[in-house]
């Protein structure tokens, strides 16, 4: 069963827009951890930012922000004021355990695609 | 840049053949991992080692195998390959004892079984 929901498959905005990208996930585990990657056009994986089930404040990094809601099992991410260079596929994944530490498990993934 | 490199870049073979994949980690990093990306079944956690020693696997195939080297690195390899075996490879490496760190990617190898 999928863990990990990004029900948006492709969302599309003009340059300077805000967006943001929805993740549900699925655990029975009350020890757990959030993760969002970006994938650009070139093919790599950046880590953007990582957050612990005990962690629900939200964190702002720059035009990025973070939605951490255990009650909706929700981790959503908004890229504020979007630039063209945001386009790209950013995936969500869960870590639980305890069969599970170490294995990221990944939604399918939100296209971002930013135009001027 | 991660910091994580693989080798090669992008390999093309032929269905049976054998390849091998490989993955140096992060400076100082002891923990590496294994994934798989294909458009059908999305990227998936193959396996992971810490220092030499199997920790973890996934969805791994029998024809897949991988290993980690006394100099941390490691290689994947990959048997009697299939069509539905074209994906890219990524490698990872993590920081630490804790298996919950944030994993940085290498940028990718990418396999095509002809």
């Known amino acids: 069963a999928q863990k990990v929901t990004q029900a948006q498959t492709e969302i599309s905005v003009v340059e300077k827009e805000d967006v943001t990208l929805d993740c549900v996930y699925e655990t029975r585990d009350t020890t757990y951890y959030l993760f969002w990657y970006k994938q650009p056009p070139s093919g790599e994986l950046v880590f953007l930012i990582r957050r612990n089930s005990f962690d629900e404040q939200n964190e702002i990094s720059g035009r990025y922000s973070w939605n951490f809601q255990k009650s909706t099992s929700s981790f959503n991410f908004t890229i504020t004021a979007s630039q063209v260079v945001d386009s790209a596929v950013y995936f969500c994944a869960l870590m639980d355990g305890p069969d599970s530490w170490g294995k990221l498990q990944f939604g399918a993934g939100t296209q971002v695609v930013v135009t001027p | 840049d991660s910091g994580v490199t693989q080798t090669p870049k992008h390999l093309i073979t032929a269905t049976g053949q054998r390849v091998t994949l490989r993955c140096s980690p992060r400076s100082g990093d002891l923990s590496v991992y294994w994934y798989q990306q294909s458009l059908d079944q999305g990227l998936q956690f193959l396996i992971q080692?810490?220092?030499?020693?199997?920790?973890a696997k996934g969805n791994i195939l029998e024809r897949f195998s991988a290993q980690q080297f006394p100099d941390l690195h490691s290689e994947l390899n990959l048997s009697s390959l299939e069509l539905g075996d074209s994906a890219l490879y990524f490698c990872a490496s993590s920081g630490g004892t804790g298996t919950y760190n944030e994993q940085f990617f290498g940028p990718g190898t990418r396999l095509t079984v002809l």
């Open positions: 080692y810490y220092n030499g020693e199997e920790r």
